[in-house]
C-alpha cells in the first residue's frame, strides 16, 4: 500500500474494495485487470490481503486502523467524509469512481454480517446514478451483476443464476446459454420466477429492453 502511485481510471475498471467482511486470499486470483482501486473506509484492510495498492481511500474513516490511515494520508491519498452523512462509504466510494471516469466498476465485499448492509449494496449497483458503468460486485456468497441492455456472464456447466428485476419490472427479457430460457419476455419485479436458473456452458447471454436485472451467481449451491 505504500508504493507511490499516479494512476487514473481513465475510462477502464475501478476496483472498489468494501469494508465489512475480509475476502480470502484466494479472491486475489480472480480480480479482473484493473487500473484503479479505491478503497471505502476498512476496505483497506481488503487491499492488505488481496496485496492491493490503494490509489484512494473514502470514507468518514472510523473503522480504519490508525497506521494505515496516517500512511494514507502522508501519500495524500484520502477523500475524507463526516461521520453523519446521507451516504454509506461504499456509496461515496462508487461516486468517487464514477467522478473519475470509471467504465466498469468492480466491488469486492460488502456481504456482512448485516442483512440491511448487504441488501442496500445489492440495490445501491442499480442506481440510475451507475446506469452508464459496468457494475459488478463479488461478495462472500455470491457474484452480482447488474443488466441493463446486453450482457455477457461467465460461469460453468449447472452453475446456478438468478435473474430479478429491480426497480419494476423488466421487459423483454432475452436469455441464450441458461437452461431456462426466455425469449422476449417479463420478469416481473417482486417476482420468483427467475430465481434458480442454470448455466448450460461457461458463457450465457442476458438482453433486456426496457429495465434493469440484477442476476445474482451464488457460489453456494444450495437451496432451501
Not at 95 to 118: P, S, Y
Amino acid at each position: 500500500m505504500n508504493a507511490p502511485t499516479n494512476r487514473q481510471p481513465n475510462g477502464g475498471t475501478v476496483l472498489v474494495l468494501a469494508g465489512g467482511e475480509v475476502v480470502s486470499e484466494a479472491v486475489g486470483a480472480t480480480l479482473p485487470q484493473h487500473d484503479f482501486v479505491i478503497a471505502a473506509d476498512s476496505g483497506v484492510l481488503q487491499a492488505e490481503v488481496l496485496g492491493l495498492t490503494v490509489d484512494l481511500a473514502v470514507g468518514d474513516f472510523d473503522s480504519i486502523p490508525d497506521e494505515a490511515l496516517r500512511e494514507l494520508d502522508e501519500l495524500d491519498r484520502t477523500e475524507r467524509h463526516p461521520e453523519e452523512k446521507d451516504q454509506t462509504d461504499l456509496e461515496l466510494a462508487l461516486d468517487a469512481a464514477r467522478k473519475r471516469g470509471a467504465a466498469r466498476i468492480v466491488v469486492i465485499g460488502g456481504g456482512g454480517q448485516r442483512t440491511d448492509h448487504a441488501l442496500a449494496n445489492a440495490l445501491l449497483l442499480t442506481s440510475e446514478a451507475y446506469r452508464d458503468i459496468a457494475m459488478e460486485a463479488h461478495t462472500g456468497d455470491a457474484v452480482l451483476t447488474v443488466v441493463r441492455g446486453r450482457r455477457e456472464l461467465r460461469g460453468a456447466l449447472g452453475e446456478l443464476i438468478s435473474l430479478l428485476a429491480v426497480g419494476g419490472h423488466a421487459q423483454g427479457v432475452t436469455t441464450a446459454g441458461l437452461r431456462y430460457s426466455l425469449s422476449d419476455e417479463k420478469l416481473a419485479s417482486a417476482s420468483t420466477r427467475g430465481v434458480s436458473n442454470e448455466f448450460t456452458g461457461a458463457c450465457a447471454v442476458v438482453e433486456v429492453r426496457d429495465g434493469v436485472l440484477l442476476a445474482v451467481q451464488p457460489t453456494m449451491q444450495e437451496e432451501s
